[in-house]
């Protein structure tokens, strides 16, 4: 981690004036007056944006064009199971989508009905998940300070947004993903993070000039998982440079991982599907802010859903169909607008559809679909229709199905997807209990964790 929270401790110490009750060397945070931010519920996960008042003062200061070189994003939520008891659900009905006072304890309180238990994650030096009771003050916040709060994280959104294959935006990332070219002897490497996704893509065939591509960074956001473990992995990825980050969409699991790395690591150009009729945190509010000013976030607007965005030789891009039926509700809103890489190389194609299911995948990906068919599994291996994989199946050479999972409470893999896949002909490999999976030249190989 380290960054602006490391490296300009002097700076921190005077500019924050200590913000938040965490176990660290590095600073002692007091703070526990907070403002709170209810997001639409995922499920059962309620994510609670948290902010100090100390903190906002920071951002105020630092996160502008001219002191964004010296700013790192930083991440601060507070994760609870929306519906632990009565009076949390009546709190989380009555808040959502609303700014209010609220107070962190250091630590839960079961008995007390008032306050909300749950996981405070903060990567403010080192990565931390610390579990903390939430107690709302119930007094919502005035006009004002609910300006002083969202004005600051605000985009030009026009200036990013890509809105037809004409607009000088598209054509300049067009331009761009050109020179970045992959040829066939491109790399991929699946990490394990847990319940979440993080893809690297790397193409060293050129002695003068090695490719490097991010399809997202995720990092999972439950409680039981080995943080320690997953910031060793994520050391490898601090240690590159990627050209280019691609996030299938805004889902934490697909992007929390950017917390862990230094931002000498974050890639110069960011792609990423439009998100301005589709909630997100203040955490990634702060991202996007930090991405504008410095250039480097193109966004994917809605007149290319079902459609290609970019038709490289070796790469291309496709956005999801969004609005029409999906399996879910939750599916169709928050995972099929998501963005999918099909990879061509001479023994077939590798699909890496992030959260977006097969119904939903634009029609011209199935015409390219050709030979050894290589599949990150979308959404983690859950359910969803796989009618059309079995159609493609019968036409091509079912090779390796890798699916990105964790620990979890959702039920990935979904027992009836994973059954389909078999059928179908495909090796099923996860990343589960692994360090990562590689696939090359249309092979994989496993690589376990060192006993």
Not at 75 to 93: I, M, P, R, T, Y
Not at 130 to 145: C, H, S, T
Not at 257 to 265: A, N, Q, R, T
Not at 266 to 274: E, G, K, L, Q, S
């Amino acid at each position: 981690m380290g960054g602006i929270w490391m490296n300009k401790k002097h700076v921190l110490k005077s500019a924050l004036v200590e913000c938040l009750p965490v176990d660290t060397n590095e600073l002692i945070y007091n703070e526990t007056e907070v403002y709170a931010y209810v997001n639409k519920t995922d499920g059962d996960l309620l994510d609670i944006s948290i902010i100090t008042e100390s903190l906002l003062q920071y951002d105020k200061k630092m996160l502008t064009k001219d002191n964004c070189a010296n700013y790192k994003p930083y991440f601060l939520e507070f994760f609870c199971d929306a519906g632990q008891n009565e009076s949390v659900k009546k709190l989380v009905h009555k808040y959502t989508g609303k700014w209010v006072e609220a107070k962190l304890q250091n630590c839960t309180d079961e008995d007390n009905p008032d306050v909300i238990n749950g996981t405070l994650l903060i990567s403010m030096s080192p990565f931390k998940r610390r579990r903390k009771g939430l107690i709302f003050n119930e007094n919502e916040l005035d006009a004002e300070k609910i300006k002083q709060l969202e004005e600051k994280y605000e985009i030009d959104h026009n200036s990013i947004l890509l809105k037809n294959e004409e607009d000088a935006n598209y054509i300049k990332l067009r331009e761009c993903l050109n020179i970045h070219s992959l040829s066939d002897n491109y790399k991929i490497r699946v990490y394990n993070v847990g319940q979440g996704n993080c893809i690297y893509l790397r193409d060293s065939s050129s002695k003068e000039i090695t490719r490097r591509v991010l399809f997202d960074i995720g990092v999972t956001i439950t409680q039981d998982v080995d943080i320690e473990a997953i910031k060793l992995r994520a050391a490898s990825l601090s240690q590159i440079k990627p050209d280019i980050m691609i996030l299938s969409h805004w889902d934490l699991d697909h992007l929390l991982g950017v917390y862990l790395v230094e931002e000498k690591s974050y890639a110069d150009i960011w792609i990423a599907p439009d998100y301005e009729e589709r909630k997100i945190n203040q955490s990634i509010k702060r991202l996007t802010k930090y991405l504008c000013l410095n250039g480097k976030l193109y966004l994917i607007g809605d007149y290319f859903k079902g459609k290609i965005v970019y038709n490289g030789e070796k790469l291309q891009i496709y956005k999801g169909k969004i609005n029409e039926k999906g399996y879910s509700a939750k599916n169709q809103i928050a995972n099929n607008h998501g963005l999918i890489l099909l990879l061509k190389n001479k023994h077939g194609v590798d699909i890496l559809p992030g959260d977006c299911e097969y119904d939903m995948w634009p029609d011209d990906i199935w015409k390219n679909i050709k030979g050894l068919l290589n599949l990150v599994v979308p959404h983690h291996c859950g359910g969803m229709e796989t009618a059309k994989m079995e159609d493609i199946c019968k036409k091509t050479n079912p090779g390796n199905a890798i699916i990105s999972v964790g620990d979890n409470t959702y039920g990935h893999p979904n027992p009836e997807h994973e059954c389909a896949l078999c059928t179908m002909g495909y090796r099923i490999v996860e990343t589960r209990h692994n360090k990562w999976i590689d696939i090359s030249s249309g092979k994989i190989e496993v690589v376990q964790e060192k006993q």
